[in-house]
């Protein structure tokens, strides 16, 4: 990952996570999901987990990382309902040391690049087998720079049978018109997403190293995303405001980003989706 994505996580982390952001109860760093029968903000952020939890259990998994793994919300709510062996690794010293505040030493929270193989090897130090039995990324495979030196390095460290689960934002069709390749660009310089692909051109890509997507496992997640009221609009009229005055601080670049990316979500050009691939 590159210094740019540091740069906007050691800025925005802190901001998540205050009382009024709705980060700040669950500390998890992601978008709430508001599928049938999520009743609350929490169960709405912790929806995600709930799916991935059910996949880890079907494939009686023992050892699991979180690739990108924030504060360490997913970690904690999944290790303490599926035992097993966890780690977790970020590119940002703020994110890390928020979550061993919060998590037992038994789940080290590494700092380093997902794209450096030695990094992930640390998170395997200790693991007898030296492989993972699945991996997540909640919103951070889109930060990779170099999306296909990850995908062959941790493609080589799952073991056979294992799982990769990646949640994140891929392209539902081409943008059509002026207005929605702004908005794209935008999208992608906001919230510094250097790989960006459709569905299928990720699953074309895995399927050449051995990752095969499975699709009774995948999900789109897009209408559970809640994309009106006030909040959105008001973002909307301060993300003019940074446009017109060319603000590119941590801050503006979420403000600006996020309210891209509301748009094209409405529009389709961005669907959210869970997908999981297995190794051969």
């Known amino acids: 990952m590159s210094h740019d994505v540091r740069g906007y996580y050691e800025g925005n982390t802190r901001a998540f996570l205050r009382p009024h952001r709705g980060s ?9 999901l ?3 029968g999520v009743d609350s903000r929490d169960e709405a952020m912790h929806y995600i987990h709930e799916l991935m ?4 259990r079907q ?11 924030g504060v360490g919300a997913s970690l904690r709510y999944i290790s303490r309902r599926h035992p097993g062996v966890y780690r977790g690794i970020t590119i940002s010293d703020v994110q890390a040391k928020l979550a061993r505040q919060t998590l037992p030493e038994d789940c080290p929270v590494l700092v380093g690049d997902l794209t450096d193989p030695p990094a992930l090897d640390r998170l395997l130090q200790d693991v007898p087998t030296r492989t993972f039995d699945a991996a997540w990324m909640i919103e951070s495979f889109n930060h990779i720079q170099e999306s296909q030196r990850f995908l062959e390095a941790i493609s080589v460290r799952l073991a056979p049978g294992g799982i990769l689960m990646i949640c ?3 392209l539902g069709r081409q943008p059509e018109g002026r207005r929605e390749r702004v908005l794209l660009n935008e999208f992608r310089r906001g919230w510094h997403m250097h790989t960006l692909l459709s569905s299928r051109e990720l699953s074309e890509r895995t399927a050449r190293i051995g990752l095969n997507l499975q699709q009774d496992q995948s999900l789109d997640l897009s209408g559970y995303i809640r994309r009106h009221g006030v909040t959105p609009a008001a973002v909307r009229v301060t993300a003019g405001i940074g446009r017109l005055l060319n603000r590119t601080t941590p801050w503006w670049d979420n403000i600006r ?5 509301t ?3 409405g529009s389709g050009v961005i ?3 869970l997908l999981v691939f297995r190794r051969d």
């Open 24 to 32: 700040a109860s669950t500390g998890a760093i992601h978008r709430a």
């Open 34 to 36: 508001w599928a049938p």
């Open 53 to 56: 939890l059910e996949r880890l």
């Open 59 to 69: 494939a009686d998994v023992q050892v699991a990382a979180d690739l990108g793994c």
């Open 168 to 170: 994140d934002d891929f």
């Open 257 to 261: 980003g996020g309210d891209a990316l």
């Open 263 to 265: 748009r094209l979500g």
């Open 271 to 273: 669907r959210y989706q």
